[in-house]
């Protein structure tokens, strides 16, 4: 679960820190949050109990792991 965690706290950051740096662009805050949702959502699910089980699923893994990193690659180019 602790690497799930950093993923979330990782995407929240990146979503609040293309928020700050593109102040005044247009459609900002969508883009940001397109980064923030799931990184929070992600990062819910780790406290959720019944959720436990299908997050130590290796197909999830592997899910979460590939949108993580799209989403790392959308804030990159999106800057």
């Given amino acids: 679960m602790m690497n799930y965690r950093w993923g979330g706290y990782l995407l929240i950051a990146l979503g609040l820190i293309n928020l700050r ?3 005044g662009h247009e459609n900002v ?16 699910a780790t406290w959720i109990k019944p959720l436990n089980g299908f ?6 893994k592997y899910a979460a792991l590939v949108i993580g990193l799209l989403l790392v690659a959308y804030a990159a180019i999106n800057g």
Avoid at 36 to 41: N, W
Avoid at 55 to 60: S, V
């Fill in 21 to 23: 740096y593109q102040t």
């Fill in 55 to 60: 997050m130590a699923e290796k197909t999830t």
């Fill in 29 to 44: 805050l969508q883009h940001s949050l397109i980064i923030i949702v799931p990184g929070a959502l992600v990062l819910l």
